[in-house]
């Protein structure tokens, strides 16, 4: 996420094993020993996995491989023609190798993203929707503070959610030798939401694939997502089906309703569920109870 962007956003809508061989050899010595290697691990050699790169030189070719790996896990047609309209997401790349903002203090992590525009605006938001906030900590056991201090955190409230394509951007990280096995699962999924008609191949979210109101990697949104205005359809950008994802996801995270939620207390640990960041976690708990009151 471009934080300079974010803060921009915020203030104005508040005052978000190798690389793959892309030649077969003909020569038998490099195909035997990898044939051998499945074998011996009881794979067939069809279905050995898509291997990673780290430029754009082997994207298409990785593409074919894993859209196989992806059929084989269930994604239908059109998550797979998403998946071959998919474009290598430079600028993805240059944002994951230069994510600086969790190495900052505390202080200045939070003066970064806004947090006091967030706090005065939360209350507000909180006051205006109150009802909402109640039932979704009825169901859920998650107080609006926590809530509202993510939306805010992640989007400026919905006012910037991303100017990057979510199919892009995730299957660009899954191909890039990075973290690819963390990012696969929500690749696939991903792929799979496309199936379902939440996503298509042109929705937009952050550099990292993730979207909507509280910017959910695509896997979550899968697993996660909840239909709260009951339309048949969970909407990432629908800021009720968002926040009540977003809740529900803390709570089979482990949140326990009524605990607290600064550091020391039950619930704080659950944040680390969220995001892994220290400061990011700190920022939440602050800002959630000053929304709170």
């Given at each position: 996420m471009i934080f300079q962007l974010f803060r921009r956003?915020?203030?104005?809508?508040?005052?978000?094993?190798?690389?793959?061989e892309t030649a077969h050899r003909r020569a038998g010595g490099w195909l035997t020993t990898t044939l051998s290697a499945a074998l011996l691990c009881g794979l067939p050699y069809a279905a050995m996995a898509a291997t990673c790169g780290n430029t754009s030189a082997g994207f298409d070719s990785w593409k074919r491989d894993f859209a196989a790996e992806a059929k084989r896990a269930g994604v239908r047609q059109a998550g797979l023609n998403?998946?071959?309209?998919?474009?290598?997401?430079?600028?993805?790349?240059?944002a994951d190798r230069n994510q600086k903002s969790f190495r900052y203090s505390l202080e200045k992590f939070m003066q970064i993203r806004g947090a006091n525009t967030i706090i005065a605006q939360g209350r507000k938001r909180k006051a205006r929707n109150a009802e909402f906030f109640a039932a979704l900590e009825r169901k859920y056991g998650v107080p609006a503070g926590i809530l509202i201090a993510i939306h805010g955190m992640e989007t400026a409230f919905g006012n910037y959610m991303g100017d990057s394509q979510v199919v892009s951007a995730i299957v660009t990280l899954t191909y890039d030798c990075r973290r690819s096995e963390f990012f696969k699962p929500h690749a696939l999924g991903a792929l799979k939401l496309v199936d379902r008609g939440a996503i298509t191949g042109a929705t937009k979210g952050a550099k990292h694939g993730e979207l909507g109101h509280t910017q959910f990697l695509p896997g979550n949104a899968l697993n996660y997502g909840v239909d709260w205005d009951g339309n048949g359809?969970?909407?990432?950008?629908?800021?009720?089906?968002?926040?009540a994802s977003t809740a529900y996801f803390l709570r089979k995270k482990g949140w326990k309703p009524g605990r607290g939620y600064q550091q020391g207390e039950p619930n704080y640990k659950v944040l680390k569920q969220w995001n892994a960041a220290t400061v990011y976690q700190q920022s939440l708990a602050i800002m959630g109870r000053k929304i709170d009151g």
């Open positions: 956003s915020l203030s104005q809508s508040v005052t978000a094993n190798t690389r793959k998403a998946l071959a309209n998919t474009t290598y997401a430079r600028r993805t790349i240059a359809r969970v909407d990432f950008y629908n800021m009720g089906d968002a926040l």
